[in-house]
């Protein structure tokens, strides 16, 4: 992963950071998480190769486009649309590094031009399919309501979920959304299986707090990075980009979260860079 020089080549795999937490419903701090994750990835503490043996550091064509700055007029949602509209009609994969949940509505709406009959496998302790939050339609808590409401997504699959409550579960049912409950037992990976291009969207807390302490929601019962890591490995179908949001320093532990975020960024790059070159 280096930095982008002017022109990327076609085809590349492109990481870009979203430092945005203005829809966080409880606790702000995962508009820091770019940077965190990126010196995790780096860290001496491990290397850059992932388990299934590709070596990061030497691969061409894997570029960090830095981060997306907000700071101009422009609509929050709106400059992140055309960010990674920009980055797709290169013909480039991309994986964001959130920022809360509330980015991926903006992602896929751009996701949802490029590519036809787009399937999302989405990891998360929560549904995130409320119609609003406290007043908020775009909330963290509500981005796969936005994105089912206007039709972005053939198929919606949700792996990790623990807090289902009466109005997310008729959400679930109206929107015909997959969901795979926690309390259900195994995540059976056979089931895995997906036809057409798949964006996975993977929300930290999906992971056991005792995992990845750094998230604004700790809720037990989760999965562990194992059981993660194996989903990005087995997962049947051609991921062609992802986002790993809701990392939050502020509440991390020796950065045993932003290491858990760089692994599975690792991961997910060499499935990415397996699926599509
Ligand atoms: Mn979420
Ligand atoms: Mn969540």
């Known amino acids: 992963m280096r930095p982008a020089k002017k022109n990327i080549q076609n085809g590349s795999i492109c990481i870009l950071g979203i430092p945005f937490d203005q829809n966080s419903s409880f606790l702000k701090g995962p508009s820091l998480a770019p940077k965190r994750i990126r010196e995790s990835y780096f860290s001496e503490s491990s290397n850059l190769?992932?388990?299934?043996?590709?070596?990061?550091g030497s691969i061409k064509n894997l570029y960090d486009l830095g981060d997306i700055d907000f700071k101009k007029d422009t609509d929050d949602?709106?400059?992140?649309?055309?960010?990674?509209?920009?980055?797709?009609?290169?013909?480039?994969?991309?994986?964001?590094?959130?920022?809360?949940?509330?980015?991926?509505?903006?992602?896929?709406?751009?996701?949802?031009?490029?590519?036809?009959?787009?399937?999302?496998?989405?990891?998360d302790a929560h549904p995130d399919l409320y119609d609003s939050l406290k007043g908020n339609i775009h909330s963290h808590a509500c981005p796969f309501a936005r994105i089912m409401e206007k039709k972005l997504?053939?198929?919606?699959v949700q792996v990790g979920i623990r807090t289902m409550n009466g109005l997310q579960r008729e959400q679930a049912q109206k929107f015909?959304?997959?969901?795979?409950?926690?309390?259900?037992?195994?995540?059976?990976?056979?089931?895995?299986?997906?036809?057409?291009?798949?964006?996975?969207?993977?929300?930290?807390?999906?992971?056991?707090?005792?995992?990845?302490?750094?998230?604004?929601?700790?809720?037990?019962?989760?999965?562990?990075?194992?059981?993660?890591?194996?989903i990005i490995h087995q997962v049947k179908g051609k991921i062609i980009g992802a986002d790993i949001v809701e990392y939050n320093p502020d509440r991390d532990i020796f950065s045993m979260t932003s290491m858990v975020a760089a692994k599975l960024l690792k991961e997910i790059i060499t499935r990415i860079y397996e699926d599509t070159i």
């Open 49 to 56: 190769w992932s388990e299934k043996g590709l070596d990061l």
């Open 77 to 123: 949602f709106t400059r992140i649309t055309n960010s990674v509209k920009n980055i797709l009609n290169k013909n480039c994969h991309l994986i964001c590094l959130g920022g809360d949940h509330s980015v991926t509505f903006p992602i896929i709406e751009a996701y949802a031009q490029q590519y036809d009959h787009l399937n999302i496998l989405h990891l």
């Open 153 to 156: 997504a053939a198929r919606l």
């Open 176 to 230: 015909g959304v997959e969901v795979m409950e926690m309390k259900d037992g195994n995540i059976q990976l056979d089931e895995l299986e997906f036809e057409g291009p798949v964006y996975l969207s993977l929300d930290l807390d999906c992971l056991d707090p005792a995992f990845a302490p750094g998230v604004s929601h700790h809720e037990p019962g989760g999965m562990t990075t194992r059981q993660v890591i194996d």
